[in-house]
T-cell receptor, first 115, second 114 residues
Framework: AQSVAQPEDQVNVAEGNPLTVKCTYSVSGNPYLFWYVQYPNRGLQFLLK??????LVKGSYGFEAEFNKSQTSFHLKKPSALVSDSALYFC?????????????FGTGTRLLVSP | EAQVTQNPRYLITVTGKKLTVTCSQNMNHEYMSWYRQDPGLGLRQIYY???????DKGDVPEGYKVSRKEKRNFPLILESPSPNQTSLYFCASSLRGGVQETQYFGPGTRLLVL
């Protein structure tokens, strides 16, 4: 069965600094990997996904994620954080060839960007 | 405007009183899912549907039912709600999940079962 781990409950970063939100996964075969964001008192938004190809995936709001098969990681990154990036971030994985069908989410990482 | 709508947004009910949370999407998506979000547990999939009349269990289906009679609608039914079903519920829709595709979420339904 697939699983996702987000080892940090919270990440603190100063505005303008680079940010990384960590995610590791466990799945048989080649995974589909996803990042989602939940802004305060708002619904969930899809940020980006990795299916195949280039290990660096670009998504919405300037975010990108790097797939590392040897380390089974899919860390979310942004070169320069904004205060408005403060939110709850979820990593998710699905088995090969299932797309959005059977997602397993991590427990979430709260990102706090200070001015 | 592409959107997923859920109703009601907030609901307080009592144990055992049947309820339905509706979900509707206007994007002609085949795939729809229901998730629940609980503190410290992230999101967990309850049920999903790959098309009309095609549904399957997710990771936490106990106590829930779904139906997919029309492509746009995917209601979540709690036949006999219990306090452990107090949660924040999200409906989502998408195409299959190819490289250029996106998943859309509803605004959420906050349920309290007394």
């Amino acid at each position: 069965a697939q699983s996702v781990a987000q080892p940090e409950d919270q990440v603190n970063v100063a505005e303008g600094n680079p940010l990384t939100v960590k995610c590791t996964y466990s799945v048989s075969g080649n995974p589909y990997l996803f990042w989602y964001v939940q802004y305060p008192n708002r619904g969930l938004q899809f940020l980006l996904k990795y299916i195949t190809g280039d290990n660096l995936v670009k998504g919405s709001y300037g975010f990108e994620a790097e797939f590392n098969k040897s380390q089974t990681s899919f860390h979310l990154k942004k070169p320069s954080a904004l205060v408005s990036d403060s939110a709850l971030y979820f990593c998710a994985v699905s088995p090969p060839n299932t797309g959005f069908q059977k997602l397993v989410f991590g427990t979430g990482t709260r990102l706090l960007v200070s001015p | 405007e592409a959107q997923v709508t859920q109703n009601p947004r907030y609901l307080i009910t009592v144990t055992g009183k049947k309820l339905t949370v509706t979900c509707s999407q206007n994007m002609n998506h085949e795939y729809m899912s229901w998730y629940r979000q609980d503190p410290g547990l992230g999101l967990r999939q309850i049920y999903y549907s790959m098309n009309v009349e095609v549904t399957d269990k997710g990771d936490v289906p106990e106590g829930y039912k779904v139906s997919r009679k029309e492509k746009r609608n995917f209601p979540l039914i709690l036949e006999s709600p219990s306090p452990n079903q107090t949660s924040l519920y999200f409906c989502a829709s998408s195409l299959r999940g190819g490289v250029q595709e996106t998943q859309y979420f509803g605004p959420g339904t906050r349920l309290l079962v007394l």
